[in-house]
Structures are given as structure tokens and as C-alpha cells.
């Protein structure tokens, strides 16, 4: 296969999942769809996409995405997170970004610390670099095959060495990936039209219809209309008017969409309750 979209699937986004297969359908007609996922999903699953690709049993969490090269079947793929929707054709981005076999959106940075703890300083020092790719909360990312292994092998091989690498933190694909796009001096791609969150469109601003492959807003950073490529809801943010988005695409296609609702409101809970009290206790304590 010359070209196509992957994602993940898990039995807590599965939903999500068939969302971002819908949208790819309205704004990429014909492009082929694989999503890898445990064999208890495949069934709910196979309908929406032309590949069921089993997930590594032995993996668990965020460590399946430094294993994509495995799961995809296309030679040219662009991955995105389940709760993503797109919204435009991604073929002339593919072919715009397809002179490195991996990258992301994304920037360079000196300092700080990853939304994980990555100390950026530290790992810079140790791997001998002056600035450190950052592709933190992309939630896609485009790759190349063959040439995609010698990345996916690279940061495969930061992850059985994470602590010596990342120190005592949590592990993120994403971090490791900034590593690992550093070390080969792998560029990061301008966002441009291409990525957006729901916070990258001023208040009231935000046109969205999904089912017509429709989004416009008022940058808030930029202050001019932009028409996204696709708009990534992170961190269970802006949990309502995705779970409508997500509706209308499952009404569209007769699907039913029962639940939608209810994973909305654990979602604004989690985003909006368990993390900041979680938070806050935390400090109490420190």
C-alpha cells in the first residue's frame, strides 16, 4: 500500500476511534484506514476500517506507538491519536513532509520540562545536542517505510534504557520520540493549518461540522481565520463539543451513538475535577 491513515485503538477509545475513521472518510474518501488494536475489539472495529492489525499483547500503554512502523501496513502513514477528527486532504501534506522518514509537528527547545518531566537541560547534555525537537501532545505523526525503522529502532532502544535516558519519571512516547528525532537531527514541522486544538481557536469563533469535513476559527495566536488539517482533543479538553461532533458523524453513518454522552461527562470530570483536586493534593502533601 502506497498511502494511508493509522491509529490505536483501546477499549476505553475505541468510540473515539471509529470518530477519527469517520471524519478520515468524509474529508479523505479512499484513503485506506488500519487501526491496531486487542483481538476483543476487532469485530467492532473491522467495519469502519480496511485493517485490523493485531496490537503486540506484550506492550502496554504508550510504548505501542514506538511501535507503529510494526502495525502499519502502508508504506507512506500518517498516525493519528483516536481522538483526533480530520478535516481536509492530507495527501499534499504527506507528499510535502515525505523528504524525512519521520516527523511531527512540532518545535526546538532549550529548556524546561515535558508535560512527563522530561528535564530538556539533561537530556541534552547527555546526548550531546544544543537544542531538543519537541513534538509534546502532537497526537499524530508521519513516517516513511523502510527508511522509518532506523527512527522506530532508535527510539525502541530509548525506551528499554528510559531511566537512563529520561531519569525517575513516567514514561511518554513523546518524550522519547523528541530524543530519538534529535539524535538523527530529524526536523519537526511548522503547525501552520495543518494541527490544532480546540484552545488554538479564539472563544466563539470555532465553526465545526465533521460531517461535511468543515472547521474554521480565529487563530488565538495568530488572529486570522485558519481551516485545520485536523484538531486534536488532548487531555479530555473541550469534552462536550467533541462527544456532538463525534454524534453527528455517528448518526450520519446510522450508527448508534448511545454512551457518547455519558464518556463526555467522565471526561469534563476527570479534565475538570479528579485532575485539578489530584493536583492539589499533591502539593498539600509536597
Known amino acids: 500500500m502506497d498511502f494511508g491513515i493509522l491509529t490505536l485503538a483501546t477499549p476505553s477509545d475505541y468510540k473515539k476511534a471509529i470518530g477519527l475513521a469517520l471524519s478520515a472518510k468524509v474529508s479523505n474518501p479512499g484513503v485506506p484506514l488500519a487501526v491496531a488494536c486487542s483481538p476483543k475489539l476487532a469485530a467492532i472495529l473491522k467495519p469502519h476500517f480496511d485493517f485490523v492489525v ?3 499483547p506484550s506492550l502496554r500503554g504508550f510504548v505501542h506507538k514506538v511501535h507503529l512502523d510494526k502495525y502499519s501496513p502502508f508504506e507512506n502513514t500518517f498516525f493519528f491519536d483516536s481522538d483526533v477528527l480530520l478535516f481536509r486532504d492530507l495527501k499534499p501534506i504527506a507528499m510535502k513532509w515525505a523528504n524525512q522518514p519521520y516527523t511531527a509537528c512540532g518545535k526546538f527547545m532549550r529548556e524546561g520540562h515535558s508535560a512527563f518531566g522530561l528535564n530538556r537541560a539533561r537530556v541534552l547534555q547527555k546526548i550531546g545536542a544544543k537544542e531538543l525537537v519537541v513534538i509534546d501532545g502532537a497526537g499524530h505523526a ?7 525503522v532506523a527512527v522506530f529502532d532508535l527510539a ?19 518524550d522519547v520520540m523528541d530524543i530519538a528525532m534529535t539524535m538523527l ?8 493549518d495543518f494541527f490544532s486544538r480546540y484552545a488554538s481557536g479564539r472563544s466563539g469563533t470555532i465553526s465545526m461540522d465533521a460531517t461535511q469535513g468543515a472547521c474554521t476559527f480565529v487563530g488565538t495566536k495568530t488572529g486570522e481565520v485558519t481551516a485545520p488539517h485536523m484538531m486534536h482533543f488532548a487531555a479530555n479538553e473541550a469534552a462536550f463539543q467533541y462527544a456532538w461532533q463525534l454524534h453527528r458523524l455517528f448518526k450520519a453513518a446510522d450508527l448508534k451513538s448511545s454512551g457518547l454522552l455519558k464518556d463526555a461527562v467522565n471526561d469534563y470530570y476527570t479534565r475538570n475535577v479528579a485532575w485539578p483536586l489530584k493536583a492539589r493534593i499533591k502539593r498539600l502533601l509536597a
Not at 528499554?160 to 531519569?167: A, D, I, L, S, T
Request: glycine share 6%; aromatic share 10%; with cysteine.
Open 54 to 56: 493485531a496490537e503486540d
Open 142 to 148: 508521519y513516517f516513511r517505510k523502510p527508511e522509518c
Open 156 to 174: 525502541r532502544d530509548i525506551t528499554n534504557r528510559h531511566q537512563e535516558y529520561c531519569g525517575d519519571i513516567k514514561y511518554a512516547d513523546e
Open 185 to 192: 537531527r530529524l526536523n519537526p514541522e511548522p503547525e501552520g
